[in-house]
């Protein structure tokens, strides 16, 4: 029996699942890297999961971890590692004593909020860079193919 051959992808053209995998990992790793510039060298790649999923209100670790879509454990990590570090708090939640609500301490909300500003100079540099109609072009694509595959995420 022969073993199957692996499709013709040519080195010209890359499929597009590598090119958003690679996009996101060099986003991924270019937030960490600014973080550290920032004055925050503890924060990981990992830690990303949480920044990205959690907003400014709480939220269950269970709900992170489907946000970010990581296992309810792996999101439980995440999160003690982040109260070890002084910048997250998991409190009782309101609604239902038995969870636990993640929440951003103030060191957490500082080091967010750098985040943020860093990504909007990011998109901006994007768009200087590509050209804002093309740039826009872009996430009206990308959002497009989450929407396809993925109908029911926001």
Request: charged fraction near 20%; aromatic fraction near 6%; charge should be negative.
């Given at each position: ?29 270019d937030?960490?890297r ?46 003690r ?14 609604l ?42 872009a ?16």
């Open positions: 029996m022969s073993s199957p051959t692996p499709p013709p992808f040519s080195d010209e053209r890359s499929p597009l699942i590598l090119l958003a995998n690679r996009a996101d990992r060099a986003l991924q790793a937030m960490v600014s973080a550290h510039e920032r004055g925050y060298p503890q924060v990981k790649p990992a830690h990303n999961a949480v920044f990205g999923a959690l907003g400014g209100g709480g939220a269950r670790a269970t709900d992170l971890a489907a946000r970010a879509g990581i296992t309810r454990q792996s999101m439980g990590e995440i999160v590692d982040l109260v070890g570090l002084g910048f997250v708090t998991m409190e009782p939640d309101p239902d004593r038995r969870a636990k609500l993640v929440k951003y301490t103030p060191a957490g909300v500082e080091l967010t909020n750098g985040g943020f500003q860093y990504i909007l100079g990011l998109e901006e540099r994007f768009a200087a860079e590509f050209g804002t109609e093309r740039y826009e072009q996430r009206t694509v990308l959002a497009g193919v989450v929407q396809l595959l993925e109908p029911d995420l926001p």
